[in-house]
């Protein structure tokens, strides 16, 4: 058992502590936020994560899982130091390591015998030096510090914890490296030690691959749209090349969240810095951008002039199964809709607490049917598993009209136009669905 001390509570800590301690360890979840963590000692978690909050029960009711904002009592003790922080974008595109560098500066104050501090959060090629060079400036003791970027996908974190592709891990310190990786021994992963500045690339290299895949994909989708051909199926093709895979290949509204948007800028604006011409990264995000645009294209060519019309949108957080809604699709369409002079109202199932003070003109609906009332368009924004099965007919039943964009094309166009709807797609043309049966 060892003891691990985890900087940052939030959806990266707070499951990284969790698991941790689910694993046999004696862990502190520390963090600045004085609201944050007193939430989780009365046993209120703030972020929603599928497995999390049962997880942190069994870590609290063992005795392994603590939560605390008091450095002095945390960091003494801990052999292991995970920050795990926000980076976020900043105006000009860079990581933000106001919290890192906070973080660092005053856990050295408190170091204990030869700790290692972890890099969990994203950060910028060279971070492990930036941080060695911010502790070696308050504190003569010895520590060493290691990349181990996380690669957790919000809505499945606990799981990929648990069962990882892989685990990298960048440190010049060979006995600090093997350290952390005996931490990482019960889970049988693949463990990768290379360098930190390449562990580091890795992260940003592996996210801007995965946005580069998604933002492809909706290219062909609007070239489908033109040529009359279906990218779902297209995709399906594609997908089953092995050099390609299926994965990352859903045509829609595009990637958001805390991890794409910025990562793929920071990447970009590094390689701007340094002299290198990154036009790949920066058609990928002008690609993005275009989804959201294209999404209320397609409303304003169904209904009209917009202004005062009452546009519903299914879903909020920028994927399923999390209430996260940094950079969500969503926030663009609506600012794009309101700017119109269009009244929007919206349902989601985890987001909507967060939704009220990031939208606050729309209305927020109680259930995903009164979306549909007094409603001139639907637009399917997040694709949630209780919207899969929705009763289309009811959806529509309150509509002033019935216009259905899919942005994620979760529907059979069949179905939809069964219930009455003027149904549109993401590459789906009319034309592709006229399919020839096998031997006619």
């Known amino acids: 058992m060892a003891n691990v001390c985890v900087i940052g509570a939030g959806y990266v800590g707070l499951t990284t502590g969790a698991c941790f301690a689910d694993l046999g360890n004696q862990v502190v979840c520390l963090d600045i936020d004085q609201a944050r963590i ?21 870590g609290v009711g063992a005795g392994r899982l603590t ?75 010895p520590f060493a510090v290691v ?54 690339m890795i992260k940003y290299a592996a996210n801007a691959f995965l946005a580069t895949k998604i933002s492809f994909i909706n290219e062909i989708a609007r070239i489908c749209d033109r040529l009359g051909a279906d990218v779902v ?51 990928v995000i002008e690609i993005n951008r275009d989804q959201r645009i294209h999404a209320v294209r397609l409303v304003r060519e169904a209904v009209g002039d917009l202004r005062g019309a009452t546009i519903g949108l299914l879903g909020l957080s920028f994927k399923p199964n999390t209430d996260d809604m940094r950079d969500a699709p969503s926030l663009e369409i609506v600012d794009l809709l309101e700017n119109e002079g269009a009244h929007v109202q919206a349902f989601d199932p985890a987001a909507s607490t967060r939704a009220k003070a990031l939208l606050p003109r729309v209305g927020l609906c109680s259930d995903p049917y009164a979306v549909g009332r007094n409603a ?56 592709a669905r006229t399919v020839v049966p096998v031997g006619s």
């Open 376 to 431: 001139d368009a639907i637009i399917l924004v997040t694709e949630w598993n209780e919207f899969k099965q929705i009763d289309l007919r009811r959806l529509g039943a309150g509509m002033k009209r019935r216009v259905l964009i899919d942005g994620r094309n979760l529907y059979d166009s069949a179905a939809a136009r069964a219930a009455g709807f003027d149904y549109h797609a993401i590459g789906r043309p009319e034309a």
């Open 38 to 58: 007193d939430r989780l000692n009365q046993g209120e978690l703030p972020i929603y994560e599928p497995g999390l909050e049962e997880l942190v029960q069994r």
């Open 67 to 141: 939560f605390s904002t008091d450095y002095a009592a945390s960091v003494p003790s801990a052999e292991f130091i995970f920050i795990a922080v926000n980076t976020p974008q900043s105006a000009i595109g860079h990581a933000d390591m106001t919290q890192v560098e906070g973080a660092a500066a005053t856990l050295s104050r408190y170091l204990g015998n030869g700790p290692i501090i972890i890099n969990k959060s994203t950060m910028p090629i060279g971070s492990v030096d930036r941080v060695a060079d911010i502790i070696r400036h308050h504190t003569p003791k």
């Open 233 to 283: 199926e297209v995709a399906r093709g594609m997908g089953q090349d092995p050099r390609i895979g299926s994965s990352m290949l859903a045509a829609g509204l595009g990637w958001g969240g805390s991890c794409f948007p910025k990562d793929v800028r920071a990447l970009e604006y590094m390689a701007s810095l340094h002299g290198a011409h990154p036009q790949l990264l920066r058609a």
């Open 147 to 200: 990349s181990n970027p996380e690669f957790l996908r919000e809505g499945s974190a606990v799981h990929d914890f648990l069962h990882p592709d892989r685990v990298v891990l960048g440190s010049t310190d060979g006995a600090a490296v093997r350290r952390v990786a005996g931490l990482y021994a019960p889970l049988n992963a693949s463990i990768q030690i290379t360098d930190p500045r390449t562990a580091e």
